[in-house]
C-alpha cells in the first residue's frame, strides 16, 4: 500500500469504460482501460519489491495463527504502482465508486475519497471491519448493500465495509478485492472466523455468472493511456486468447499459496538455467516481473545488463538488445515465451520511469531475497500483458494463455 504521494508513481489503471457491458455466452465482459501517470520513477523497483517483502514476511508465521490471519490481509495493495481501477456502484439508486480491483485482497470497500450514501438496499451489520495494507489500512462498518458492475452487472446483499478512517489512499474510493476468500478470514469483529464471499462468489452462487472465475486481458501499449483490456466473470472469452489454457494448480508452497500462487521454472534461451521449479504468484498488483536474487543475477549475466541508478532496472545497450533471447516460463509443463521485446519498458514512456529517451531498460528485477522463501518469483503486469490470465475458485488454479499480442513488437 503505497502513501498518498506514492499512489501516483506509476498507475497502471484498468477503468471499467462508460460503454455498456457485454454479456455474451452467459458471460459478463467489462472494458478496462491502461493509463499511465508515473511523477516518481524511481520508486517503481522499491515499490514491487516492498510488495514482495511483505508478502514473503508471511512464510514466518504459523498457519491458522491471528498473527498470520491479520498478516495475510495485509498485502492487498501495499504496491499501487500497478493498479486495476473500475467505475462500481453501489446502493438504490446507485452511486459510483472508483475502486481499485486488487487479484491480492478480497474485501470490498468504500469510504476513501468518496463517503459512502446510505440508500434503501442498505443494511448494517454488526460487524466492524479492518484490514490493513502494508502502510496504509482502513477501518469501519460491515454493511450488506447492492452492487453493480457496469451496466446490468447486480450483486445484492454484497458484503461491503465502509471506511470511518482510512490512510494512505489517493485518487481512489475503496477496493474490490477478486482475491482468494480465505484472505477476509480475520478482517471482521466479532465474527472473526468468518469467510466473506467475494463479489465472484457472489456472481457464482446466485447464479449469475456459468463458473467461480474471473479473466484478464490485457495489451502492451506504448501510450499512457488505452482503453485496450478487458475483465471477465463467469469464464473465458475465446477472442482474447489463442491456443488453449493451461492451468496450474494452487502451489502448495508457503505464502504463495494463500494467493493465486503457482510453481514455474525459467530459463533464459533454449539452455540457460534462470530459476529452477519455484513458488510465486501472478499478481496484478506488481508492475514488473521479480524474481528471486539469485535468479536476478543470473539473469543479468545471462543479458550483460548494467544497473542504472536513477530506474533501478537493468540497462542494456542497443547491441545487446539485438542478441536478446527470450525467456521461458514453463507452467504445468508448458513452455510460455517471452520475447525480448517483452523485456524491455516501452521505450515510448522511458521518460516516465526517469530513463532516457534512447535507454533500453528491461522489466526483469530482483525480488529481494534468495530462493527457496516460498514466494520466489512474482509475474505482475509486465507478464501478463503478454499472456491471459485466469483465476479458477471453483477448482483452485491459474490459468495461462498466449494471446494475439504475445509475440507484439510494441516496445
Known amino acids: ?7 501516483s508513481i506509476l498507475s497502471l489503471a484498468l477503468a471499467a469504460s462508460a460503454g455498456p457491458i457485454v454479456v455474451r455466452d452467459n458471460l459478463i465482459r467489462i472494458p478496462l482501460t491502461k493509463k499511465i501517470n508515473l511523477t516518481e520513477p524511481a520508486q517503481l523497483v522499491k515499490q514491487d519489491q516492498a510488495r514482495a517483502s511483505f508478502l514473503r514476511s508471511l512464510g514466518g508465521l504459523a498457519a491458522g495463527s491471528l498473527e498470520r490471519e491479520r498478516a495475510v490481509h495485509s498485502v492487498a ?6 493498479s486495476y481501477v473500475a467505475d462500481v456502484e453501489i446502493g438504490t439508486p446507485p452511486t459510483s465508486y472508483s475502486l481499485l480491483i486488487d487479484t491480492g485482497s478480497s474485501n470490498t470497500w468504500v469510504g476513501a475519497g468518496k463517503a459512502y450514501k446510505h440508500t434503501s438496499s442498505t443494511q448494517k451489520t454488526h460487524n466492524k471491519v479492518s484490514v490493513t495494507y502494508g502502510s496504509g489500512s482502513f477501518s469501519g462498518d460491515e454493511y450488506h448493500d447492492t452492487v453493480t458492475l457496469g451496466r446490468g452487472l447486480t450483486i445484492k ?18 477496493i474490490l478485492g477478486i482475491g482468494p476468500a480465505d484472505l477476509t478470514v480475520g478482517t471482521l469483529s466479532p465474527d472473526s472466523h468468518a469467510t ?18 474471473v479473466a484478464i486481458s490485457f495489451e ?4 499512457a493511456e488505452n482503453k485496450n483490456g478487458e475483465m471477465t466473470f463467469g469464464g473465458v472469452d475465446h477472442t482474447k486468447f489463442t491456443g488453449e489454457i493451461t492451468y496450474a494448480p494452487i502451489t502448495s508452497t508457503s505464502p504463495a499459496s494463500d494467493f493465486w500462487g503457482i510453481d514455474q521454472s525459467i530459463r533464459y534461451g533454449a539452455s540457460t538455467n534462470i530459476l529452477s521449479e519455484t513458488a510465486g504468484i501472478v499478481d496484478t498488483g506488481t508492475t514488473l516481473t521479480l524474481i528471486a536474487t539469485d535468479a536476478f543475477q543470473r539473469y543479468q549475466r545471462a543479458t550483460g545488463g548494467v544497473m542504472d541508478s536513477a530506474t533501478g532496472l537493468l540497462k542494456i545497450t542497443p547491441a545487446q538488445f539485438a542478441n ?28 516516465e520511469i526517469g530513463g532516457t529517451a534512447d535507454g533500453i531498460y528491461l522489466i526483469v528485477s530482483d525480488n529481494g531475497s534468495q530462493s527457496g522463501e516460498g514466494l520466489d518469483f512474482i509475474n505482475g503486469m509486465s507478464f ?4 491471459y490470465s485466469v483465476y479458477d475458485t471453483s477448482n483452485s488454479r491459474v490459468g495461462i494463455a498466449y494471446t494475439p499480442h504475445t509475440y507484439d513488437l510494441t516496445n
Open 220 to 223: 502492451p501499449t506504448t501510450s
Open 324 to 351: 536478446l533471447k527470450s525467456l521461458f516460463f514453463k507452467i504445468n509443463g508448458v513452455d510460455f515465451e517471452f520475447t525480448a521485446n517483452a523485456q524491455i519498458w516501452p521505450r515510448a514512456l522511458n521518460s
Open 384 to 387: 501478463l500483458e503478454r499472456f
Open 77 to 82: 495493495v501495499q504496491n499501487q504502482a500497478t
Open 157 to 174: 446483499q454484497q458484503s461491503i465495509g465502509v471506511a470511518t478512517k482510512a490512510e494512505g489512499f489517493d485518487s481512489i474510493d475503496g
Open 1 to 7: 500500500m503505497l502513501t498518498s504521494t506514492l499512489i
Open 196 to 213: 466473506i464471499p467475494t463479489v465472484t462468489d457472489k456472481l457464482f452462487h446466485e447464479g449469475i455468472i456459468p463458473h467461480n472465475e
